[in-house]
């Protein structure tokens, strides 16, 4: 199974426009909560980013409160991903998240679930078009640049490694 970027982008969008979000930050609980979900941060094994379970009814993310604030806001939105995107599983648990491409998580196959959810929760809390409506004046984006950088993240509410790998992945930076 091929990551499916057109539909997640497409998700996102879809989502913005139907529960009028048209700035930073993204409202994931306010989203999370009209999908049938409540998030609930909570203390959790350190190791442990969170977790989905649901049932026919409902469903409960959980984020883990040990974890930085911008890590929680995108396990939650990487949990919501999951909760729209994959309907396998009763209940997921994400031990952290895999960065390298090839571990032993993809061994299982659920490494492409994973990088759906992490593509899921970028575009979600840094929409395309809201970057590109904050970048219009800025003739490029400098790695160097942590004014600039530290500025956006706070406003989308996510780590300014989370932003540099959505603005990478965008091409607003050259690698």
């Keep these: 199974m091929a990551i499916r970027r057109r539909r997640i982008e497409s ?9 009028k979000v048209s700035a930073a930050p993204v409202p994931v609980e306010r ?10 941060y909570q203390s959790l094994e350190d190791d442990m980013s969170g977790f989905l379970y649901r049932d026919n009814a409902s469903a409960v993310i959980g984020v883990n409160t040990h974890h930085a604030p911008v890590r929680q806001n995108f396990t939650a939105a990487h949990e919501l991903g999951h909760l729209l995107l994959h309907d396998q599983e009763q209940l997921h648990v994400d031990h952290g998240f895999r960065v390298r491409l090839r571990d032993d998580v ?17 575009s979600l809390l840094m929409p395309k078009e809201f970057l590109e409506a ?42």
């Design 31 to 40: 989203l999370a909560k009209a999908h049938g979900a409540r998030i609930f």
């Design 106 to 122: 993809s061994s299982q196959g659920t490494d492409e679930a994973e990088r759906e959810a992490n593509l899921f929760a970028a």
């Design 134 to 175: 904050d970048l219009a004046s800025e003739e490029s984006v400098d790695l160097l640049d942590d004014g600039l950088l530290c500025d956006l993240a706070r406003k989308y509410g996510v780590s300014t490694q989370a932003l540099v790998n959505r603005l990478k992945n965008l091409g607003y930076i050259q690698e």
């Design 11 to 19: 998700l996102v969008r879809e989502l913005l426009t139907t529960y």
